[in-house]
């Protein structure tokens, strides 16, 4: 098997061996990508450009802002636009010139699918999300120590509709160490949470 796929690869002209060497390494590494992603160590550079449009006050998730294009995530969407798009264009397109030309198009619509996709799925998170307000009253667990006499910020993780949310939190009292339970007072700035023990 493998040395019929040598004979036939070396039977191709060299311009489709590149499309035919872009679209299967470029697949292969989307495909590890894919993997990472639904295991949750997917996060590329393209996430935290899509992930820091917010506002800053934690509040909400903004999906106003620019994404940026020249990312990892999206170069390999643009060359698996453009391996694919050369080998399936190649029995339609006879010219290279403009089998290139296609395929570089092929390239830009998978980088634009990708961002308008990305962009629903954060609309969709960013819909589903929390105010910050509704943790008045809430329990919730010190994640990193929060600070006596609101002399600095730690963190308390803290559910809204069944969502986990890490929050800056402070507290008015003697410093309130990891793991122990708390009850949210108020919120200040519409960032941070004035805390107490139980």
């Not at 679209?23 to 292969?28: D, F, L, N, W």
């Not at 590494?29 to 450009?49: E, P, R, S």
């Not at 120590?145 to 600095?152: D, F, T, V």
Request: aromatic letters at 8%; one cysteine or more.
């Amino acid at each position: 098997m493998i040395t019929t796929f040598i004979d036939w690869y070396q039977a191709l002209p060299p311009y489709m061996r590149a499309y035919w060497t872009i679209a299967i390494a470029v697949s292969v590494v989307f495909a590890i990508q894919v993997a990472l992603t639904l295991i949750g160590l997917g996060d590329t550079d393209a996430d935290a450009d899509i992930s820091d449009m917010g506002d800053g006050n934690g509040e909400t998730m903004d999906t106003g802002g620019a994404i940026q294009l020249f990312t990892i995530r999206n170069t390999v969407n643009f060359l698996l636009g453009v391996g694919w798009g050369g080998v399936c264009l190649s029995s339609v397109i006879q010219n290279r010139f403009l089998l290139a030309l296609a395929a570089i198009v092929c390239g830009c619509i998978m980088v634009g699918a990708f961002i308008i996709m990305y962009k629903q799925l954060m609309k969709l998170e960013g819909n589903g999300s929390y105010r910050i307000e509704e943790s008045v009253g809430q329990v919730c667990e010190v994640y990193i120590r929060i600070p006596a006499n609101r002399s600095g910020s730690g963190k308390v993780q803290i559910s809204f509709h069944g969502s986990v949310q890490e929050l800056p939190a402070q507290t008015e009292g003697e410093a309130i160490s990891s793991g122990t339970k708390v009850r949210v007072k108020e919120v200040i700035n519409k960032t941070v949470l004035i805390v107490e023990r139980l």
